[in-house]
């Protein structure tokens, strides 16, 4: 789980929506901004609740028993959670690399956290995903990710659930060629629907 975080925590990018969209489609204005935030292995650590922070289990993994205290990726994203309270873009929808690892079956795969700092709850909720360098080599280019309410739940605001892609070898490669500073990465499209 550790093999790529720290080339990953370098690259660590808040991406922000170009527009987030409730399921009526009215516009929210979204900030347009990238903040970085190095991981320190020796950064004091914190319980998470300066800004309330908190992570969710997907519905999914919930219903088939799984916890933060008996799976080792949710105590994991849990610990950098706890690490670095202060990621989430204030009164907007998020991303957060966090790191690769390997499924049972040996395959890479790629955890951003989404994060919701919107003052409501969201579910079924969708975007593109970029992540790649200036130069125009992309990890992924425009990729489609969906988290539905059947398979990821409600989101509350001030939460964070994981988001689990796959990742080829070639990716990885790429990922690993990327710099601080010479990084792009975005999401576009946002589209949720709020629960009142």
């Known amino acids: 789980m550790r093999k790529y975080l ?3 925590a370098v690259l660590s990018v808040l991406a922000l929506a170009a527009c987030g969209k409730t399921e009526n489609n ?11 935030t190095e991981f320190e292995e020796n950064s004091i650590e914190t319980d998470g609740s300066e800004k309330g922070l908190k992570l969710q289990v997907l519905k999914g993994d919930e219903e088939a028993g799984m916890t933060i205290e008996n799976n080792l990726l949710y105590n994991e994203l849990d610990k950098v959670i706890q690490q670095n309270p202060e990621i989430g873009a204030d009164n907007d929808f998020s991303v957060y690399v966090v790191d690769t690892y390997h499924d049972d079956d040996g ?12 003052p409501v709850a969201i579910k079924n909720f969708e975007f593109t995903y970029t992540l790649g360098n200036k130069d125009k080599e992309y ?3 425009r990729q489609p990710v969906e988290m539905k309410e059947e398979t990821a739940g409600i989101l509350q605001p001030d939460s964070a659930l994981p988001i689990v892609l796959s990742i080829t070898e070639e990716q990885v490669a790429i990922l690993n060629s990327l710099e601080e500073g010479q990084t792009v990465m975005s999401i576009d499209g946002f589209i949720y629907e709020e629960v009142k």
Do not use: D, F, Q, Y
Not at 26 to 36: I, L, S
Not at 107 to 118: A, D, P
């Open 6 to 8: 720290a080339l990953l």
């Open 26 to 36: 009215t516009e929210k204005p979204v900030t347009n901004e990238e903040n970085k």
């Open 107 to 118: 395959n890479s795969k790629l955890v951003i956290l989404g994060i919701n700092r919107l």
């Open 139 to 141: 990890v992924w280019e």
